[in-house]
Nanobody, 115 residues
């Protein structure tokens, strides 16, 4: 079982930056992969980025270069640094953890980018 708590969302102007945090309830090195997804109003949830227990990172092609996923093992926390934000990045951002056959989700944090 893993509990995930996201934070760091908010309202930002286009071109600005935000850093999202996802705190896990257990050692993230014991979790196969942690990642971020987002869901905009009226759209399906989509993949944003992932980091594996081995440190490999993966990104949605359209977001590579603007978004960076990282982790602090000592704090059991994964981050998503988002730069040069655009109005189309507006969405609820969800943290995700895949551990064996199980997948866990956080409650989500709202990111709103104004033009």
């Amino acid at each position: 079982q893993v509990q995930l708590v996201e934070s760091g969302g908010g309202l930002v102007q286009a071109g600005g930056s935000l850093r999202l945090s996802c705190a896990a309830s257990r050692n993230i090195l014991s979790i196969n992969a942690m990642g971020w997804y987002r869901q905009a109003p009226g759209k399906q949830r989509e993949f944003v980025a992932r980091i594996t227990s081995g440190g490999s990172t993966y990104y949605a092609a359209s977001l590579r270069g603007r978004f960076t996923i990282s982790r602090d093992n000592a704090k059991n926390t994964v981050y998503l640094q988002m730069n040069n934000l655009k109005p189309e990045d507006t969405a609820v951002y969800y943290c995700n953890a895949a551990s064996g056959p199980n997948v866990y989700w956080g409650q989500g944090t709202q990111v709103t980018v104004s033009s």
